[in-house]
């Protein structure tokens, strides 16, 4: 790769902080803005510092081992978030698996980035965005020692031919995460005649809201459970909380509250309470780590007969906007499914008719399982698209969406118990919110399988 007159951090940091304000129309002279997806960070590469955009493996700034990120950022009432997640570089299977973290691409690459950040407008053209901060940026070293795990994690497929299982929810900071035109876009992998999905390395959204709030936006700091990143050298960050919430296993909510000294009967309880067994005040979700991995903490409890009452919700849809969804990698429940991981804290019934924290479990839904609740969003956006069939019955208003029955993973129904919480369908008629499930029977058969 050729170089750049740039060969020195403090020359690449100046010149990118010499953009901040300046609308983006008055940067582009190759006319990219209007070029679709990524045109903002080709904009930036190609008009403000003069090279040639390129998808080699080498960092963009070479002699100054420098990568140039642009990430848009959303700004909404609970603050600021990352609109998307940071894609680095694509992953060659048929070389990485051979390397360490610090030979493999990805490390090679984007062990230090320049950060460069703007507001997302959807109201606003491209050419009236402004990048308003820049900064050099280099894993903390508690956060490297979890995305060295991550690394491994991604290896471990590939070197064990499953190449083809990857999820982005295997991991808790850096992902693998599906890169290509559509979904027939495959590589081949060293251990398996399967092909695998094209996938890159990149940072989950949930970790770049995190850095985007606390190295460029300087927001107050999360409380951490890991306080030394030593302890994540010798065991993965799942093996140290469950290691450190074990010697409260078999006790009931009460006798935890008494143990820890809670007094709280909120709804976020549990929470609460696996916070004060992690040496961490709050709730567990705020902790940093929490934060940066996306982790959602769900409480599951389980009767004595095994069966699970509930079934696993996922935010209300809206019924226009997800009509308008033409893709399921860009859909909104895949992109809050497939990266997720999330913290099971089981309660199991006892012959008494008491709940005793029983365990946790760190969990995210498989590929095989994920593309089944594919074929579940696919026939409801094709549902809402054709018209939702309402019928009145004597026990209320059913509808045509995709039922538990006919799913082995998920399905469609009302969020909540009020049946007059309405939105609008995209023909006028008004119906109640509903969401996405992932079946009762589905997360108990999860719970078995890994007990």
């Known amino acids: 790769m050729e170089g ?65 990120k642009v990430t848009p950022y959303l700004r909404g009432k609970n603050g600021i978030r990352a609109k998307e997640r940071l894609v680095c570089n694509i992953i060659n299977y048929m070389e990485e698996y051979d390397k360490t973290f610090q030979t493999s691409a990805f490390w090679h690459k984007c062990n230090t980035m320049l950060l460069m950040s ?13 990048i308003d901060e820049a900064v050099l940026f280099s894993f903390p070293e508690e956060d490297l020692a979890i995305i060295e795990h991550d690394w491994e994690t991604i290896m471990e497929k590939v070197r064990a031919g499953r190449a083809h299982e990857l999820s982005e929810g295997d991991t808790l900071y850096l992902a693998a995460c599906t890169k290509g035109a559509n979904a027939s876009s495959v590589r081949q992998q060293p251990f398996s005649e399967l092909p695998a ?22 927001n107050a ?31 009931t909510q009460n006798e935890l509250k008494l143990r820890l000294g809670v007094d709280s ?56 906007a997800l009509s308008k969804e033409e893709t399921w990698e860009e859909s909104e429940l895949y992109n809050y499914l497939a990266p997720t991981k999330f913290m099971f804290v089981i ?54 969406l995709p039922k538990q029955t006919e799913s082995p993973v998920a399905h469609v129904r009302p969020h909540g118990k009020d049946a007059s919480d309405k939105l609008p369908l ?18 108990a058969e999860q719970i078995k399988e890994v007990r």
């Open 4 to 68: 750049t007159q740039y060969v020195t951090k403090e020359s690449i940091l100046r010149r990118a902080q010499e953009i901040k304000g300046i609308p983006l129309r008055d940067v582009d002279k190759t006319g990219r803005l209007a070029t679709g997806k990524g045109a903002i960070g080709t904009v930036i590469e190609e008009s403000w510092f003069g090279y040639t955009p390129n998808s080699e493996s080498e960092p963009d700034f070479p002699e100054a081992g420098v990568e140039l």
């Open 118 to 130: 703007y507001e997302h407008l959807a109201d606003k053209p491209k050419g009236d965005y402004r």
């Open 197 to 218: 999905k094209q996938r890159a390395y990149s940072l989950k959204s949930s970790y770049m809201t995190q850095i985007l709030n606390k190295y460029i936006f300087g």
């Open 221 to 251: 700091e999360s409380p951490r459970i890991i306080k030394s990143a030593d302890v994540l050298h010798a065991k993965t960050f799942e093996e140290y909380i469950i290691d450190k919430v074990k010697p409260y296993y078999g006790m």
């Open 265 to 320: 009967n909120a709804k976020s309880l549990n929470e609460i309470l696996l916070a004060r067994m992690l040496d961490v005040k709050g709730r567990i979700a705020c902790t940093e780590e929490f934060q940066k991995a996306g982790i959602i903490p769900k409480t599951i409890r389980v009767q004595s007969n095994g069966k699970i009452k509930e079934s696993m919700s996922f935010p209300t849809f809206d019924f226009i």
């Open 347 to 400: 309660f199991q019934e006892r012959g008494d008719g008491a709940y005793v924290f029983d365990r946790i479990m760190f969990w995210n839904i498989p590929n095989d399982d994920l593309e089944e609740v594919h074929r579940v969003w696919e026939r409801t956006v094709q549902t809402i698209r054709r018209g939702v069939q309402l019928i009145q019955t004597p026990r209320g208003i059913s509808n045509d």
């Open 426 to 443: 995209p023909d006028g008629r008004l119906m109640t919110k509903q969401c996405f499930w992932l079946n009762n029977t589905y997360i």
